[in-house]
Nanobody
């Protein structure tokens, strides 16, 4: 069974940076989707940065494009989210999520994802 564990959240001042990590395990194959969502109080869960092993494409929400970068360490089965130039509106619980099998177009809605981490809080102070 797939397990996702996030880490790296915390409190940071506006303009600062954080690097989130998602340690993944349990995938049954090499074809899956994985990435980051976030949810702030009163807001819908939003895809932040998402990718798929079967799609040469990484999705970034318009609100984070140019500031956030998703990367991975395949040897450690870990996905990262480097967050730079953080803004107070980035404050949210950040979730690592995945689906399998992959294939087709990259899924970008939370309800298309099968597995979720417990989330890590990111708070950006003004």
């Amino acid at each position: 069974e797939v397990q996702l564990v996030e880490s790296g959240g915390g409190l940071v001042q506006a303009g600062g940076s954080l690097r989130l990590s998602c340690a993944a395990s349990g995938f049954t194959g090499d074809d899956y989707g994985i990435g980051w969502f976030r949810q702030a109080p009163g807001k819908e869960r939003e895809g932040v940065s998402l990718t798929s092993t079967s799609d040469e494409y990484t999705y970034y929400a318009d609100s984070v494009r140019g500031r956030f970068t998703m990367s991975s360490d395949s040897a450690k089965n870990t996905v990262f989210l480097q967050m730079n130039s953080l803004k107070p509106e980035d404050t949210a619980i950040y979730y690592c999520a995945a689906y399998e099998p992959g294939g087709g177009t990259l899924r970008t809605e939370f309800y298309d994802y099968d597995y979720w981490g417990q989330g890590t809080q990111v708070t950006v102070s003004s």
